[in-house]
């Protein structure tokens, strides 16, 4: 049974820093790409970062670009999303999301087969 399960999320005011973590368990993570989204109240779910299998290559949502960054730790079956200079429009559920093709494809919300449960993140101003 695959699990991803995502830690990390809390109140913050703006100008801070968080660090997201998404432990997996239970698929090859080293096979997968892995990547970030976030789903405001009364918005869709978006985009925010994906990372490649091996950790070499990432992609980033126009909006957090620059403040954010996403790595992974594959052997600790582990991704993280550090977050900087955080700003209330931040503030959203942030899902952890694993894909058996690439980055890119994740980027596009495209060939996702796995999804964590979600952590909450508010950033106040």
């Known amino acids: 049974q695959v699990q991803l399960v995502e830690s990390g999320g809390r109140l913050v005011q703006a100008g801070g820093s968080m660090r997201l973590s998404c432990a997996a368990s239970?698929?090859?993570?080293?096979?997968?790409?892995m990547g970030w989204f976030r789903q405001a109240p009364g918005k869709e779910r978006e985009f925010v970062a994906a990372i490649s299998n091996t950790g070499t290559t990432t992609y980033y949502a126009d909006s957090v670009k620059d403040r954010f960054t996403i790595s992974r730790d594959n052997a600790k079956n582990t991704v993280y999303l550090q977050m900087n200079s955080l700003k209330p429009e931040d503030t959203a559920v942030y899902y952890c999301?694993?894909?058996?093709?690439?980055?890119?494809?994740?980027?596009?919300?495209?060939?996702?087969?796995?999804w964590g449960q979600g952590t909450q993140v508010t950033v106040s101003s």
């Open positions: 999301a694993a894909s058996p093709t690439t980055a890119r494809a994740m980027s596009l919300m495209r060939t996702i087969n796995f």
């Open positions: 239970g698929l090859a993570f080293s096979s997968h790409a």
